[in-house]
């Protein structure tokens, strides 16, 4: 499959000062992978290592104190050739953004404007994005609520008066209302109920099919990404340390974080005591020598002291960065 997003060796730090102080947080370290046409990518990691940040990153969100220091982040767009949207100007950026991306940020059912009507935020939505009249936009979002399943009703509502799973329907259908070719969501389900967060799984798998685009999903929760994703790009202290097929990655993990990652998944009629993985992640301002896994390893090698681990390719579809998979 081809490629439609391709990262190299991205570099991309938060620099702030505090008392004079330089502080770098090295939030995407050296981050390298594609993402290929049609599939569902899943992100996973403890909070605080990086997800967010290398979203942004990859939908060219570079706003001070972030920095890009070093690579690149590569759109293949068919006809339009391959785009380097860290070197695109703003007004090519806004022009991608929507019709082509689309972002649905963390916590997005909570930015809808409460004084305003959903109709009237759809309305001042698509107005600054595509040239409408009343008329084609009220066609669109009609349409866009019946592809969705949602009822009519909830134009002439304001987002209070919605249940969190209504609100969160509704900005996943504000941010594809254009049926973008990349759809980027940052843990879509999160602060939903079990119900709730099946039915965000469903509607999205929907889009994903009906829409035939390629989605990126964040969220720190194994199980949603075994409900949804092809694929499962496992992210550490800001690095990528294992991608693999979902299906690979459930059974076969390499990484001691993964495993622990899995095995700390309840799972039914399993009534042990569940283990959460042991320590705490290392500060992105002041990462040690070596691996930053390694002081929470249970395998971890006097290498590892020294030398951070590249991430290689076991098989053609399933790469580890560990030295105890080298070679
Ligand atoms: N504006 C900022 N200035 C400095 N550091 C920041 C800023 N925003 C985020 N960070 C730091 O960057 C690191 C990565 O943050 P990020 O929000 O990308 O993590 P995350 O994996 O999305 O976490 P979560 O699961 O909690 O959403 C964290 O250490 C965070 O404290
Ligand atoms: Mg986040």
New binding site residues.
Partial sequence: MDSVISVKNLKSY?V?SIFGKKIT?K?VNDVTFDILSDEIVGIA??????????LNVLLGIVEP??RVFDGEVLYSLGKNGDIDILRLDEEKKLQLRWQVVSYIP?GSMNILNPIRKIKKIFFDFAKSKKNLNKKEFELLLDQRLEDLKLPLRVKDSYSHQLSGGMRQRVAIALATIFKPKIVVA??PTTALDVVMQRDIIDLLGEIHENEKNTMVL?S?DLSIHSNMSDRIFI?YA?KIVEIGETEEIFEEPLHPYTKFLISSLPRIGDKSLKESVPGKPP??SDLPEGCSFRERCPYAMDICEREIPDLEWKTSDHAVACFLHRG
């Fill in positions: 938060y702030s947080v939030a990691g403890e909070s605080g290592c990086g997800k967010t940040t290398l104190p972030l963390q940052d843990e964040v720190h992210m800001g500060s992105l």
